[in-house]
């Protein structure tokens, strides 16, 4: 299975059903055989999900066929859905969606396997799926791409993922900053410095499309000013932040165009 | 281990061990993280990254030795070692055994992956070619192909059916499928098999 990679700057929509504009660069194509996918998820998947690789393979067709029922009309009044199809199972498109994170990180990133921590959830904290350690390969990257001098960007990045079948709307790129929201405030005391930066890597499986939006602030003073902000506020607080008030946070990203 | 690791590298190595089922290995390298499995990180509600790895460094000491005290760690003769790699199998049935090997040392990365993708060409690569569909897509769009090197291959000899793939993480998983009526006689025929796959690899040029 093949997937376009697109890389962008935060996210940019056109209104909250549409699709962000498509990125300036050439989009790179990332090969995904159902091999890989095996071995990654024993490692890193969040699921215990045997041949996760045959999972994957099925829910990127188009269209999806999972040994369809054969209907037998008998007792037709009793019978108002017969059961026709089955359904992809929800966490087993997430765990696509966090090995596919994983595999960016390796194959576009070139982030070695000793600098790719992948992390587990606490109860009752939100956590990233992986932060990164030390890739001068990924600073090189990131500096290239958004024009700015590795200089002052952080050693580690946390990366959040998140998968689905068709077309992924903003909510769930809001779920990701979430996500990575609540490791910045984990972080805004002891780590400053690396308030503001993450990746977002939204995998369409059924549209073959990765977006990579890359979060950083506009400036200092911004990084300044939204680490004030997370330090102003109780984990709970920006737990519970409403979709209205994230502007209060991705003004002083890159990228948003609210 | 002999060099001291960075942290986030012995972390990956222990979690990597873990993934292979070799418990020992796995807390030799969270030694090497100075865990003790203390949770006391689990309560706070600041972190960086370091503390944040400590902290799972920590959860993961507890597992461990809650593991070997219910005596889950594979008997040494399930355990395959050479210099750059080590792993563990275990028999998935009478006839299928399942290998998880892991590097012991995460900055061979390179090299492996290089290693590998000439032992893969040696036995034949697999890869299915891009369908017309997506071969079409790249000459219009200009795509850029990533590095995607073939990174599995099979072997076939003396009633073992051997399938070895090498996932982006550095990670290798064989399964040996016993091909005989007669099931293998003792375990270091599968030993000596999987120790052979190590083995191609450590010393392909």
């Known amino acids: 299975m093949r997937f376009k990679v697109h890389l962008l700057l935060g996210w940019q929509w056109r209104n909250a059903n549409q699709r962000r504009r498509p990125c300036p660069l050439p989009a790179p194509l990332l090969n995904i055989p159902p091999g890989r996918i095996d071995v990654a998820t024993e490692y890193a998947g969040s699921y215990h ?12 067709a188009r269209p999806y066929v999972a040994l369809p029922y054969r209907y037998t009309p008998m007792l037709p009044r009793w019978m108002p859905a017969a059961l026709m199809e089955r359904a992809r199972a929800a966490d087993v498109t997430g765990n696509s969606g966090e090995i596919i994170a994983g595999l960016i990180a390796r194959r576009l990133f070139k982030v070695r396997p000793g600098s790719l921590v992948h992390l587990r959830a606490r109860v009752d904290r939100r956590t990233p799926d992986y932060v990164i350690d030390n890739s001068p390969q990924l600073l090189s990257f990131i500096a290239a791409f958004a024009g700015v001098p590795t200089a002052g960007l952080p050693a580690h990045w946390p990366i959040e993922s998140k998968a ?8 769930d790129s809001e779920a990701a900053l979430r996500q990575i929201l609540a490791y910045w405030h984990h972080i805004r005391n002891r780590y400053s410095d690396g308030v503001g930066y993450g990746l977002i890597v939204t995998t369409e499986l059924t549209r073959a499309s990765i977006t990579v939006s890359v979060l950083m602030p506009h400036n200092a003073s911004h990084a300044s000013a939204l680490t004030n902000y997370l330090r102003s506020c109780t984990y709970e607080q920006i737990k519970g932040l409403a979709a209205d008030d994230l502007p209060l946070i991705t003004r002083h990203l890159r990228g948003f165009d609210g | 281990m002999a060099e001291a690791l960075s942290l986030s590298e012995a972390y990956i190595t222990a979690r990597q061990a873990w993934w292979a089922g070799d418990l020992v290995y796995c807390l030799r390298a969270l030694t090497e993280t100075g865990a003790d499995g203390n949770d006391e990180l689990a309560s706070h509600d600041e972190y960086d990254p370091v503390r944040l790895l400590r902290w799972r460094a920590n959860q993961l000491y507890a597992q461990v030795l809650r593991g070997l005290k219910e005596e889950r760690q594979p008997d040494p003769a399930f355990i395959v070692e050479t210099r750059h790699l080590r792993g563990a199998f275990h028999q998935a049935s009478p006839r299928l055994f399942e290998f998880r090997a892991f590097m012991r040392d995460l900055t061979w990365d390179e090299e492996l992956f290089r290693r590998a993708t000439m032992v893969a060409g040696r036995y034949g690569r697999q890869v299915a070619a891009p369908s017309a569909k ?12 990533f590095d995607d090197p073939e990174l599995s291959w099979l072997e076939i000899r003396d009633h073992m059916l051997v399938e070895v793939s090498i996932s982006e993480f550095a990670l290798l998983r064989a399964q040996l499928t016993w091909t005989s009526h007669v099931p293998p006689a003792d375990v270091e025929r599968i030993h000596l098999a999987f120790l052979n796959v190590l083995r191609s690899l450590e010393s392909v040029r």
Not at chain 1, 49 to 60: K, P, T, V
Not at chain 1, 164 to 171: A, E, F, K, N, T
């Open chain 1, 49 to 60: 999900i045997l041949e996760m690789g045959r999972h994957f393979d099925a829910y990127s």
């Open chain 1, 164 to 171: 689905g079948i068709g077309l992924l709307d903003r909510r």
């Open chain 2, 134 to 145: 997506y071969q079409e897509e790249e000459e219009n769009a200009g795509t850029i192909n």
